[in-house]
């Protein structure tokens, strides 16, 4: 069975500081992996996918970069936090193909004070 | 661009009522359609997966109804309970790998 880790849970960070979050699939090959982004109370806002290692398609502009050093794992960062950025990242996978469902992660809440 | 259009935002209905969500969608080339359920502060859980040449689909509990012509996609809890209680999502997706969810729909059952 696939399973979806995301790391940190929770994380509270200072306006300018950096971020990493991170998310890693097991039991599947190759999948396709997102990066979605949830304000409080609000909808999901894709902000990244990929279909393979290394290459990383980005589908909103946030002030954020994703990477996808190997086949299993996905990481979402920046440089420098903006109150906005505050909300709640999910992480997801998807077998090829446009007919398959999405599976989330558990998220991860960031708070930028 | 593709949107999604959810109503009501909020729902409120009693132990055992049904409960209706409904999203409209623009895109004529959408072919497959997601419902998800998002309990407070968790993540989001598949509820059911909808191709465009199915009309009805049956889960625990809840159908799905989807009308082409409309480009109306409902979920309908048939006997609503306080474990119902949570933020629903539809999400739809053409040939791409784009999936544009709906604002959703945070449905409360009274006991």
């Known amino acids: 069975a696939q399973t979806i880790h995301q790391w940190p849970v929770a994380e509270i960070k200072a306006v300018g500081s950096p971020l990493s979050l991170g998310c890693t699939i097991k039991?599947?090959?190759?999948?396709?992996l997102y990066w979605y982004w949830q304000a409080t109370g609000g909808t999901l806002q894709q902000l990244f996918y990929?279909?393979?290692?290394?290459?990383v398609e980005s589908v909103v502009q946030l002030n954020l970069s994703a990477s996808r050093p190997k086949d299993d794992q996905f990481i979402l960062s920046t440089e420098k936090l903006l109150l906005s950025h505050s909300g709640f990242y999910l992480c997801?996978?998807?077998?090829?193909?446009?007919?398959?469902?999405?599976?989330f992660g558990k998220g991860t809440r960031l708070t930028v004070v | 661009g593709e949107q999604v259009e959810q109503r009501p935002p909020h729902l409120s209905v009693r132990e055992g009522d049904s409960a209706v969500i409904t999203c409209t969608y623009t895109?004529?080339?959408?072919?497959?359609f997601f419902w998800y359920k998002q309990e407070p502060g968790a993540s989001l859980q598949l509820l059911m997966k909808?191709?465009?040449?199915?009309e009805i689909n049956e889960g625990q509990g809840f159908t799905v109804l989807l009308n082409k012509k409309d480009k109306r996609l409902s979920l309908n809890l048939t006997a609503a309970h306080p474990g119902d209680s949570a933020a629903y999502f539809c999400?739809?997706?053409?040939?791409?790998?784009?999936?544009?969810f709906g604002l959703g729909t945070t449905l409360q059952v009274q006991p």
């Open positions: 895109d004529p080339n959408s072919y497959y």
């Open positions: 999400a739809e997706r053409g040939n791409t790998r784009k999936l544009i």
């Open positions: 039991g599947k090959s190759s999948p396709n």
């Open positions: 909808v191709f465009s040449s199915t």
């Open positions: 997801a996978w998807s077998s090829t193909g446009a007919n398959t469902e999405v599976f």
């Open positions: 990929s279909i393979t290692v290394g290459q």
